[in-house]
């Protein structure tokens, strides 16, 4: 578990002094932590490919101004965004199977929305505690 | 160039449009957003002000000098006469004008800025957003959302779970990025180019050295603007009430400061905690082999905005980071104190600056071990709610004596002597709790507090002046 941990800090984190921080504090979290630990680093993982997906959006829609260039649909944008994660986890995972690139941005997506139905719950919470 | 000055002087002298943009762009924010009631209609007006806010300057500009319009300026007055129901072109014109006038947004004296008055002197004499300025740049965004949105049906801010993504938006565009960039420019009365001047990659380096230079700033600015302090103080307003209420049933001896102190750090930590562990409960049962896969190979670049960015974003693995160490250091707050105000000291001395820096980084994790600490006796307040008075008992039993003495005597107007001991203060109360209370709750408080005072005669007080520190305290 530490290992795959460490790996996936040194995937998500780019400040070296946060990088170290989280390594040693490894030593001292109990199973529980480390998993929730874990959910948490692969949120700050998809929210920068999330932000990778949307500065080409943005230079796909310059082209789109000007007169003559092709006009994307929807599904072009969903597309790339796709390419996006893939060429992401390819690049910083050094997979090459597109199988277990598939699968892995499964786990990933699931992940994400188990995070979100975590966050529901702290609304719920949230609104409890207002009364 | 003599057909961009006869397209510009055409697209100027529209009088019909112009006349139409006198009246809906003297002032941001006039009157015509307020009277539309549909959502999607009240869209398309602030594109349209934004839009005309924009070609009045383009026309105050250049009426006179129309050969000195930029491409991208003259295609943003073209835009700007677009009538509306846009095509999926149009939308991307708009969107790509708005580029252009971020861009000169950026620069508190581009042109753009100071004909419209976008930024003003505060008293310190740095710029910041002028009232129209702020609505400038917030109907501007929302409206880049919103066309990025339409466009791409992927919402670029709020997509997933991505409410910090949120707070750096905020943060990012709400002004801050504004004047750091202005700082970043300084250098122009020496030499510098201005905004407009700019080609991208010069632009993009003083962007990017504004947030280098802005960053401790900008990095608080999203905090504050992400936890809605209307918000938070109306939650723990709320909270506050509702425990007083409760605490104000017995007489703990808990004073309000007390538990505000508490709420202050308690924020929704425990609320965290509480739904935490179902999800690790859930993902201990999910099968992530892949994870083993995943190899080091990162390779970043590092710039200033994705450091910042990843500050937001970490903010969370940060905390269970500290509140996994803090397993390791004391858990009484008051050491932990002692240890900051020695931080204090050192920093305070300390010359050289990366040893300062270090101290300043153990102060601020000792600061987070105390929040954590009185987080868990927050929690311990919280079960105040299950109103059983065994959990009272425990929490008070888990609390400093001396304080709950100290609370008592408060509740109770009873002067202490300066000098008194804490065992006499604890027998004092233990006759006035006797004399006054009949209900059972008393009962155990004073149970407690007996217990308290065999419990310390077996081991060593605190190293605390109690005396020094409550004994004569008086309600205000």
């Known amino acids: 578990m530490d290992q795959k941990l460490k790996q996936l800090i040194d995937l998500a984190v780019i400040d070296d002094e946060r990088k170290s921080r989280y390594i040693d504090a490894l030593t001292v979290m109990n199973e529980e932590q480390k998993i929730t630990f874990a959910v948490q680093l692969w949120q700050l993982l998809s929210d920068k490919m999330h932000l990778q997906f949307v500065e080409k959006a943005q ?35 050094g997979l090459n199977d597109e199988d277990k690139l598939a699968q892995l941005r499964d786990e990933l997506l699931s992940i994400q929305q188990m995070v979100e139905s975590h966050d529901r719950e702290i609304s719920e919470i949230k609104n409890k505690i207002q009364y | ?109 581009s042109d753009f800025s100071k004909q419209k008055k976008i930024y003003e002197r505060d008293e310190r004499g740095r710029w910041k957003l002028s009232a129209d300025g702020e609505q400038m740049v917030a109907g501007v965004n929302r409206q880049r959302i919103q066309i990025f949105e339409n466009l791409t049906g992927i919402d670029p801010v709020a997509a997933g779970n991505f409410k910090e993504k949120d707070r750096f938006a905020r943060a990012k565009e709400a002004g801050s990025r504004f004047e750091a960039v ?29 947030f280098q230079d802005e960053r401790g700033r900008l990095t608080v600015q999203a905090r504050i603007d992400t936890i809605s302090a209307q918000n938070l103080e109306s939650q723990k307003t709320s909270a506050l009430e509702k425990m007083t209420e409760i605490i104000g049933r017995y007489p703990t001896g808990r004073s309000t400061e007390r538990v505000r102190r508490v709420l202050d750090v308690l924020e929704m930590d425990i609320a965290m905690a509480q739904t935490e562990r179902e999800l690790a409960e859930i993902i201990r049962k999910a099968n992530t082999p892949e994870l083993t896969e995943v190899v080091n190979t990162a390779e970043y670049v590092k710039n200033p905005e994705q450091v ?7 903010e969370d693995l940060d905390r269970m980071v500290a509140r996994a160490k803090a397993g390791e250091v004391s858990q009484n707050p008051e050491q932990i104190m002692q240890t900051i105000a020695e931080l204090d000291r050192e920093i305070a001395n300390e010359g050289n600056d990366d040893r300062r820096r270090d101290l300043e980084r153990q102060r601020a994790f000792a600061k987070d071990a105390y929040s954590l600490v009185e987080g868990d006796v927050a929690s311990k307040v919280l079960q105040l709610e299950t109103r059983n008075v065994e959990n009272i008992t425990n929490l008070m039993g888990s609390l400093d004596e001396a304080d709950v003495v100290a609370g008592l005597e408060e509740e ?29 709750l008393l009962s155990s408080v004073a149970s407690m507090l007996n217990k308290g005072a065999k419990k310390r005669s077996r081991k060593p007080s605190r190293p605390r002046n109690v005396g020094a520190s409550t004994a004569g305290r008086r309600r205000p």
């Open chain 2, 1 to 109: 160039m003599a057909n961009r000055s006869e397209a510009a002087q055409a697209l100027f002298s529209n009088s019909e449009y112009n006349q139409q943009v006198e009246r809906q762009a003297t002032h941001w924010g006039g009157e015509v957003g307020k009277q539309v009631q549909d959502v999607s209609a009240e869209q398309e007006v602030e594109i349209h002000q934004v839009l005309d806010f924009y070609y009045t300057h383009l026309r105050e500009k250049y009426s006179t000098d129309p050969e000195s319009l930029t491409d991208a300026e003259l295609a943003a007055a073209r835009v700007a006469q677009y009538e509306g129901n846009y095509s999926p072109r149009q939308q991307a014109e708009i969107y790509s004008t708005m580029e252009v006038m971020y861009k000169q947004m950026s620069d508190p004296e």
């Open chain 2, 182 to 210: 202005s700082i970043a420019l300084t250098g122009r009365g020496r030499g510098g180019k201005s905004v407009e001047e700019m080609n991208e990659d010069e632009f993009n380096a003083a962007r990017m050295k504004g």
């Open chain 2, 412 to 440: 109770l107007d009873i002067e202490v002597p300066a000098g008194t001991t804490l065992d006499d203060r604890i027998k004092a109360l233990d006759r006035r709790l006797s004399r006054r209370s009949k209900s059972s």
């Open chain 1, 59 to 93: 230079n796909m829609i310059e082209e789109m101004a000007q007169e003559g260039a092709p006009l994307y649909t929807q599904e072009d944008f969903a597309k790339v965004e796709e390419q996006t994660v893939f060429e992401f986890l390819r690049k910083q995972s």
């Open chain 2, 308 to 314: 910042i960015l990843e500050d937001l974003l970490a």
